[in-house]
């Protein structure tokens, strides 16, 4: 009868095969997500989500279904960081010992100098953090946000506020984007930076306003110069106790007043018109959008962007919802998207320290390393942030990128592959000539400015000095790689290292360490 039917109304055969077609799909994907990921797939999610994997993570993560990894992953999330911070960063009184207005010079520098060296110690603190945090997603999601919600050290100055923003982060890592907002837009460190201590009644500031649309939440094109004003009105009186270094509201500084934004009528305060954004699809899309180019590809899908945005906006802006939608999505597992995304700084020190199972006691020097690359901790170069993609590779970082990866493998401070040149700086005319050094794969041009090269020399010395005390044990590295011939056993150290097959691959003579060495100077391991 059930035949029958389907040959005498064709649109009930036409719906009958699109349900039979649903269900065969629903059960393909069910076996996808349940099939073991394999260690290419583990090394992918690891390296997506994390810093470098090693060879162990990579095995404890290989057996598990894509659904059963990803839960694993977001279950693991901290709020907290496992390195103690400085024991400053518990203070409480004043941001200054000396009120500004009754500072002499020297009072002030010694300020400047003492929150500059506190500065210096977030940043080593942090990329000891990175090195040894149990959830490395933890940590890639405070730097997100640290790059998303920028402040730097040049504007707030104040090391323990400093800090206490990027606590914040790490508490919000992937909590409610609603509750971050909301805690970023009032973080003291976010007070100054974007001046909202200086927007009051009658003489609005609208830097924060327009940020806090532009770059936060909404993205260019939606919103107009008029809700730009009348946001700015209704962020007024927003300020910081200078003697305990906290948010507060100054009602006698706040415009009470009517304001329109986005076509709405009210008395808003700046609680109000952070909902306002919260409440516009747009700003769901727009940290989709973001998400999606950090951890899947430069160019996100519109409309996936479209379908997770709204499972983010109707979970109350839950980020696991966002990231968990991202992870398993056809597209962050294509072959087409591996090997999409250039590594930041930080992850090539953080994560080939991480990934090689190397040591490191001077993190301070590590962070002068990133520094050099580009990426300087507490100090993006704007209220942009650090552009990332292509951005991190130029002639300068590229080299630097280069120098870094070949003391790594190499713990000496002998030639790279190629041989290395010495050219003499011509900013040292009156003093002893700065060694500029450059190999055959990247070498200065002849009309590179003084400036450029005595960069080029200050950053060869950084990377000397944040290198100097690594060792990397290449033998038993590779003794750690599963296999029990030397053909498996490079495979799988290059299934670890590499996300995309090796641009360069070593000659089939070559020894197993030197097989290493490659590998880490392959321009795929640039990549991830």
């Known amino acids: 009868m059930m035949l029958v039917s389907l040959l005498r109304f064709p649109s009930l055969r036409i719906v009958s095969l699109r349900i039979a077609l649903a269900a065969a799909l629903s059960v393909a994907c069910g076996a996808v997500a349940a099939k073991p990921l394999g260690e ?58 000396t009120p500004a207005a009754l500072a002499t010079e020297a009072d002030r520098k010694a300020f400047q100098q003492e929150q500059a060296s506190r500065v210096r110690e977030l940043r080593a603190w942090w990329m000891r953090e990175m090195l040894v945090t149990p959830s490395p997603l933890t940590e890639r999601m405070t730097l997100f946000w640290h790059n998303h919600f920028v402040s730097s050290q040049q504007k707030v100055r104040v090391g323990r506020l400093l800090y206490a923003q990027n606590a914040m982060f790490r508490a919000q890592s992937l909590g409610s984007f609603a509750t971050l907002l909301h805690a970023a837009a009032t973080d003291p460190a976010m007070v100054i930076y974007l001046d909202s201590v200086q927007n009051r009644k009658g003489t609005p500031n609208e830097n924060f306003a327009r940020e806090v649309m532009e770059l936060f939440t909404l993205g260019q094109g939606h919103y107009d110069e008029q809700d730009v004003k009348e946001a700015a009105r209704a962020f007024t009186g927003w300020s910081i106790d200078r003697d305990t270094g906290t948010f507060v509201v100054r009602p006698r500084l706040h415009d009470t007043g009517e304001k329109a934004i986005f076509g709405r009528f009210g008395q808003f305060d700046g609680d109000a018109v952070l909902d306002l954004l919260l409440a516009r699809p747009e700003t769901a899309e727009f940290i989709v959008g973001k998400l999606w180019r950090e951890f899947v590809s430069p160019d996100p899908d519109s409309r996936e962007v479209r379908r997770i945005a709204v499972a983010f906006r109707e979970s109350n802006y839950d980020l696991k919802v966002a990231l968990r939608n991202l992870l398993q999505s056809p597209a962050f597992w294509a072959a087409d998207n591996r090997g999409s995304l250039i590594k930041s700084p ?60 070949d003391r790594l493998a190499r713990n000496d401070a002998g030639p790279p592959p190629g041989g290395r040149t010495m050219m003499r700086s ?65 495979d799988a150290a290059a299934r670890a290292l590499l996300p995309i097959a090796a641009q360069l691959p070593p000659t089939p003579d070559a020894d197993m360490t030197s097989a290493i060495y490659a590998m880490l100077l392959d321009p795929a391991y640039q990549l991830k």
């Open 40 to 97: 290419a797939d583990a090394r992918h999610l690891l390296a997506r989500t994390g810093f470098g994997p090693a060879p162990s993570e990579i095995a404890a993560y290989a057996p598990l279904s894509r659904d059963d990894a990803i839960e694993q992953l977001l279950a693991g999330v901290k709020t907290t960081s496992a390195t103690p911070p400085p024991e400053w960063t518990r203070e409480t009184g004043p941001l200054r010992t």
């Open 346 to 405: 930080v992850e090539i020190v953080v994560g080939s320290l991480r990934q090689l199972d190397v040591t490191a006691d001077d993190t301070l020097a590590l962070a002068l390393v990133t520094a050099g690359m580009g990426q300087n901790l507490f100090a993006p170069p704007n209220v942009r942030g650090w552009p990332g993609g292509d951005v991190w590779i130029n002639s300068n970082t590229l080299l630097a990128r280069k120098q870094f990866l």
């Open 426 to 490: 011509p900013a040292a005319s009156t003093a002893t000539p700065e060694p500029v050094a450059t190999d055959s794969a990247m070498t200065m041009t002849r009309d590179a400015t003084v400036e450029e090269m005595a960069r080029a020399a200050r950053v060869a010395r950084q990377i000397d000095r944040g290198t100097r005390g690594l060792r990397f044990d290449a033998a038993q590295w590779i003794a750690q790689c599963p296999g029990d011939t030397r053909e498996r056993k490079m």
